[in-house]
């Protein structure tokens, strides 16, 4: 029985309830000072669920990657064949299963998945082999629960993947429960419940029900402070504390107490217990070795036995509670400590603790354990363990005599830590290996990661200056991949010196020659070599599967590149990306869609937020609103899943242009409010395009006219919103101001030859010049083109001009294909325009004013986004399983949003659903 936990028992009830009746999920992370009783709590939790999972973080395993994911994942590895392949061969690699094939995951969130994946399979088996806590066999629907124990000495990689698991969480019938101190595993974004210490009353009653005498009870309760351990210790060792010690924190009165225990004992049993704590594992072949070297053997735990220090059984010893084993190590002599690490490496057949206990037994700089912690580091870094990868290469700097070669280790570290995403550890590491070396090529590979931690930061511009600078001197492998990197941080932040530099030191790159002709205004140079980039990316689409492959050495454009995370930018990703700017819809479109494709088949996370973010673009040019919100849904979801939750102001600046064309200034202002420097221009074009639809002409053409005159005068973002800036300046009375922006934008667009942006320059021309023939010409060249809103606002000015001429039955038929247009895109200033133009052109059932809000009927405005992106896949005949793997999420909750989306829609059935219309111009 627990004392005094009835709140927080309760809470857990009510999670197993949910998730016994309901099918629903939930994670929980219950957090408090060592001996408070989380660990009783998740015993309590267990009774009498059938179906559970079980993993404690130890202390020594904490620089093994997936230690613990080992252990909570061994007894049901044989489910590992029921996954999609890419998570079946991720969890097959962390466990070193026989089965494993290929270098395992290259993505450190897929494993994360194929936990979610897993455990959902295991709520939904029904199959009486399975062995579990009860007894088989259990009705389907049961749920399982994880308990994750002193998980702030879980591994990193395991801490990860379970995170990334629970929040994911949702309709599953899994429980996940997890028990911290206070001072780690924080920042999980996951419910916590912290555990007080007892009241009195139930401090009095534990102490009563554990028969602590009645003659100390008082002061065992009143010396406790209303810490359970401590509490059970002190009655135990009836407040036995060494003579004159000060009072001390409760937690350390404890181990004071243990430590007294362990002195008490005899020298052979607190060498084993030294032995077993300097192990830290309970791994008993490796500590009987280490016992056998140093003379003692397990009969003399006898004593450490029978005080109940430990417990055997089996082939493991542990101990009680984690702080007996702190207060055996703590207790010991250095000389002492050091033998024993030096007798557990020799006895040890595992290479990662062999390398662990070397490296505690030296004294001094030694070479040859450098290299073995460097050799474990590269392994766990192989099995996308980044953190743990990172600290052991930092352990072996530490370690290294040669400055160079700490250097190298220090920097490796900076690389493998950025991949983890902590760049402010990544610059630390780096600063600290550039004072160690003077040799250019590691200086310029650590200025690479200064590049990388600049950009995460915030300033694009200097990220570009320092990789384009060192890449001089990169070795030649990394030479060209930085420099393309410097190239696209240069393009995206306006650093055109940065650009052209890059272009001088390759001089065979099209990708940076191409932006490099862009930067210095000349577009019919610079179109035509990106174009050429773009089609034939486009034109491999078919011909290989890899898609969106992997490069070791590059960067994605305007992100940090998790060199084995993120998709190749020589490849799709840059080219998706090459052509937005140059204004290709159907190929970004096809390019990104493709690629999006590839990252969640091969469960790639960690890169899908990049690559949603330029479909997302994608959709909004093709007036796909709906699409784009449910795509950057998914996409700051994954980010903030993975950790990456900075991204989310990038996110909402793309879609920033949907609530500028509906008119909705709140929701645009609330947006841009996180967008960082990059995309600050997609921001303020999306200001001014809503002060245009707002008639607030002025504050438009200010707005465009900053950028314009900025460092980023010939970026993308200027050229898309030259026609913005044009009919602000025609309509604030300042035609002038106009005609050199139409000059350079029909430039890009003749270089550029696509259909949309020829006919934007047409309709600047006529808008400028007052004349029907070039508004002819726009409206025939938007048949081609796939962007509606511009399409909708050529048929606007052009419905205007019509009508100014007295040409009313004329311009009664653009005005109503804009005024359709306009309606489904929500785009109420514009609407009310193109309403207005055509009461006055007499057209019958127009002479009421419109309302705020348009009511286009739209199956799809029923939904969630990710509802949406459910419902088109089940619609388009894929299975619950096989959209689980495409979104990372779980069958259960698959069929969860589709049950929710279904009334919504006013079908039952999956056979309805595709007859719905479920394309929307929204």
């Not at 509906?662 to 303020?684: F, M, N, V």
């Not at 009508?803 to 514009?830: C, G, H, K, T």
Request: aromatic share 4%.
């Amino acid at each position: 029985m627990l004392y005094g936990r009835e709140t927080e028992q309760a809470r857990i009830s009510s999670l197993l309830a949910e998730a016994r009746d309901g099918g629903r999920s939930g994670a929980l992370v219950l957090r408090g000072e060592a001996g408070i009783g989380k660990s009783a709590l998740l015993e309590s939790a267990a009774d009498g669920v059938p179906r559970v999972l079980r993993a404690v973080g130890i202390e020594a395993e904490s620089g093994i990657a997936f230690a613990g994911l080992n252990q909570l994942l061994w007894p049901v590895r044989d489910r590992l064949g029921a996954l999609p392949d890419a998570q079946a061969a991720a969890l097959r690699s962390v466990l070193a299963d026989p089965g494993a094939t290929g270098a395992g995951p290259r993505d450190r969130f897929t494993t994360g998945l194929a936990v979610l994946t897993l455990l959902a399979d295991l709520a939904d088996d029904d199959r009486p082999g399975l062995v579990w806590e009860g007894d088989p066999p259990h009705p389907p629907g049961r749920p399982v629960l994880c308990l994750a124990d002193d998980a702030q000495w879980l591994d990193t990689a395991t801490a990860e993947a379970l995170l990334f698991a629970a929040r994911r969480l949702a309709a599953e019938g899994v429980v996940m429960l997890f028990a911290a101190r206070d001072e780690a595993f924080t920042g999980t974004g996951l419910p916590e419940l912290r555990l007080d210490r007892l009241d009195r009353d139930a401090a009095a009653s534990l102490a009563a029900a554990r028969r602590v005498p009645p003659a100390v009870r008082d002061r065992v309760v009143r010396e406790s402070k209303g810490n359970p351990l401590a509490l059970l210790e002190f009655g135990a060792a009836g407040l036995s504390m060494p003579d004159g010690s000060r009072p001390l924190p409760v937690t350390d009165q404890v181990v004071a107490s243990f430590r007294n225990q362990i002195g008490g004992l005899p020298d052979e049993a607190r060498l084993m217990l030294l032995i077993a704590a300097a192990e830290g594992r309970g791994y008993m072949p490796s500590l009987l070795g280490a016992a056998r070297a140093l003379g003692v053997g397990l009969s003399d735990l006898e004593a450490a036995e029978r005080a109940r220090l430990v417990e055997v059984t089996g082939r493991r010893i542990a101990f009680r509670h984690p702080l007996i084993r702190a207060a055996s190590y703590q207790g010991a002599v250095t000389a002492q400590r050091v033998a024993v690490h030096q007798a557990l490496a020799d006895s040890s057949d595992d290479l990662n603790c062999r390398a662990r206990h070397r490296a505690s037994a030296a004294m001094a700089p030694d070479e040859d354990v450098a290299a073995d912690l460097e050799a474990a580091a590269e392994r766990a870094r192989d099995l996308t363990g980044y953190a743990t990868a990172a600290a052991l290469f930092r352990q072996a700097a530490e370690l290294t005599p040669a400055a160079g070669a700490r250097a190298a280790r220090l920097g490796a570290a900076a690389e493998t830590i950025l991949q983890a995403g902590q760049p402010a550890e990544a610059e630390e590491l780096a600063a600290s290996a550039a004072k160690l070396t003077g040799d250019p090529v590691e200086h310029a590979r650590l200025g690479r990661v200064r590049a990388a931690v600049e950009y995460e930061r915030g300033d694009p511009r200097a990220a570009a200056r320092l990789m384009v600078e060192h890449a001089a001197h990169a070795a030649p492998d990394d030479r060209a991949a930085m420099l393309r990197a410097g190239a696209t941080y240069a393009w995206t932040s306006g650093e055109s010196s940065a650009v052209l530099r890059a272009a001088g030191l390759l001089p065979g790159d099209r990708t940076v020659q191409g932006l490099a002709h862009l930067a210095g205004g000349d577009y019919e140079r610079g179109l035509p070599l990106l174009s050429a980039l773009v089609g034939e990316a486009r034109a491999g689409l078919g011909t290989s599967e890899t898609t969106g492959g992997h490069d070791e050495d590059d960067c994605v454009a305007g992100e940090i590149a998790s060199r084995r995370d993120a998709p190749d930018p020589a490849g799709h990703v840059r080219a998706a990306w090459l052509a937005l700017i140059i204004g290709d819809d159907e190929a970004a479109s096809a390019l990104a869609a493709a690629d999006a494709a590839h990252c969640r088949r091969h469960g790639l996370i960690g890169a899908l937020p990049t690559v949603l973010q330029t479909q997302a673009q994608t959709r909004i040019a093709a007036g796909l609103h709906a699409d784009a919100e449910s795509i950057v849904a998914e996409a700051i979801a994954l980010a903030r899943d993975t950790g990456l939750s900075r991204r989310e102001g990038r996110l909402g600046a793309v879609l920033a242009r949907i609530p500028a064309i509906e008119g909705d200034e709140t929701r645009l202002h609330e947006l841009i409010e996180k967008a960082p420097p990059p995309h600050c221009g997609l921001a303020a074009n999306a200001l001014a395009l809503l002060d245009l639809g707002l008639g607030r002409y002025d504050d438009a053409l200010r707005r465009l006219d900053d950028i314009a005159q900025g460092p980023r005068r010939y970026s993308a973002e200027v050229m898309l919103s030259a026609a913005d800036r044009i009919e602000a300046a025609v309509r604030s009375g300042r035609p002038a101001q106009a005609r050199p922006v139409l000059d350079q934008f029909r430039a890009w667009a003749e270089a550029g030859k696509q259909p949309w942006a020829l006919a934007v320059a047409s309709r600047c021309e006529a808008l400028l010049d007052d004349t029907e023939e070039p508004y002819t010409r726009a409206v025939h060249l938007h048949e081609r083109s796939t962007r509606p809103f511009e399409r909708a606002r050529t048929e606007l000015l052009y419905g205007e001009w019509l009508r100014r001429n007295r040409r009313r039955s004329d311009a009664r038929i653009p005005l109503r294909s804009a005024a359709d247009i306009f309606e489904q895109l929500r785009a109420v200033p514009w609407l009310d325009r193109a309403r207005a133009e055509l009461r006055a052109t007499g057209e019958p059932g127009t002479g009421t004013p419109t309302v705020s809000v348009p009511t286009a009927p739209d199956l799809l405005d029923r939904l969630t986004p990710q509802e949406l992106q459910v419902v088109r896949l089940a619609a388009a005949g894929t299975s619950s399983r096989e959209i689980a793997a495409q979104l990372f999420l779980s069958p259960r909750t698959v069929e969860y949003h589709l049950y929710k989306a279904y009334p919504k829609l006013g079908v039952s059935s999956r056979r309805q659903l595709s007859r719905l219309a479920l394309e929307s111009a929204t």
